[in-house]
């Protein structure tokens, strides 16, 4: 199936948008075909501010609706004590009030932008979608990351060449119990090293210290920036430390 044949099917979708480089595309292949779409961004304490910035950027140069649903996951005591399969809980809350705030608009088929690169098998949050009966078209059609990074270049989208973000709670071992403070300091600390030029990070909580975590390509500048890295992380973190297995 191609995209055009699947809005031709279902031309009037919801899509659960992340403001990522698969959500994007999708919602402009949506427009580019005529679906009737109306996309939903839910911010909670694991999607950081930027992600919401990028996803209003987007939906207003795509002259798209968009509607931002807040969702308090932490809230739910099995989410925030970060079992193994968290994510499953979190997707069934953060779409059980995706799938309200779309029917009340009138939207009853419901997408995301999980794509034939995605690897699905033993993850809980695809479990979870497929018990809601989401749909993802980019699967569907077997549209790869790298096929959906080329084709939102050529559509003229900046989200062509973002780096995937994983949300914040990934930055909390599992086991470890989630809270706000630790996503705020982590969303804070991740926000200094982007100011600094890193790109493609991530900071995880090491007990109580954060572990830097670079591609290879820039761990000589972490070397040489050791100083201001550590002065813009210390009100967040005692402790900072770099891994040398990066990511």
Same mark, same amino acid.
């Given at each position: 199936?191609?995209?055009?044949?699947?809005f031709e099917r279902y031309p009037k979708v919801a899509l659960a948008f992340s403001g990522g480089v698969d959500s994007a595309y999708l919602l402009y292949a949506a427009k580019k075909y005529g679906a009737d779409v109306k996309a939903f961004f839910v911010k909670s304490q694991f999607q950081p501010e930027?992600?919401?910035?990028?996803?209003?950027?987007?939906?207003?140069s795509l002259n798209a609706d968009m509607e931002i649903i807040y969702c308090d996951v932490l809230a739910d005591a099995v989410v925030?004590?970060?079992?193994?399969?968290?994510c499953y809980y979190c997707k069934h809350?953060?779409?059980?009030?995706?799938?309200?705030?779309?029917?009340?608009?009138?939207? !009853?088929?419901?997408?995301?932008? !999980?794509?034939a690169s995605d690897l699905v098998a033993d993850r809980p949050g695809m479990k979870a979608l497929a018990e809601m009966e989401v749909l993802s078209p980019l699967r569907l059609c077997g549209l790869t990351k790298e096929e959906i990074r080329s084709r939102s270049k050529e559509a003229g989208l900046f989200t062509w060449n973002k780096p995937s973000y994983a949300c914040l709670a990934t930055r909390v071992p599992?086991?470890?119990?989630? !809270?706000?403070?630790k996503l705020q300091r982590v969303e804070?600390?991740?926000?200094?090293? !982007?100011?600094?030029?890193?790109?493609?990070?991530?900071?995880?909580?090491?007990g109580g210290a954060a572990r830097i975590q670079l591609r290879e390509d820039q761990m000589e500048k972490a070397v040489e920036l050791c100083g201001a890295v550590c002065q813009r992380l210390k009100p967040y973190f005692e402790i900072v430390l770099l891994d040398l297995e990066g990511r």
């Open positions: 199936m191609e995209l055009k044949g699947f930027f992600e919401l910035r990028d996803a209003e950027e987007l939906a207003h925030a004590d970060n079992p193994e399969n968290r809350r953060i779409f059980d009030m995706l799938r309200k705030a779309a029917g009340a608009a009138g939207y !009853t088929c419901i997408i995301d932008g !999980t794509n599992v086991g470890e119990k989630i !809270t706000r403070e804070a600390s991740e926000k200094e090293l !982007t100011a600094l030029g890193f790109s493609d990070f991530r900071i995880r909580l090491f």
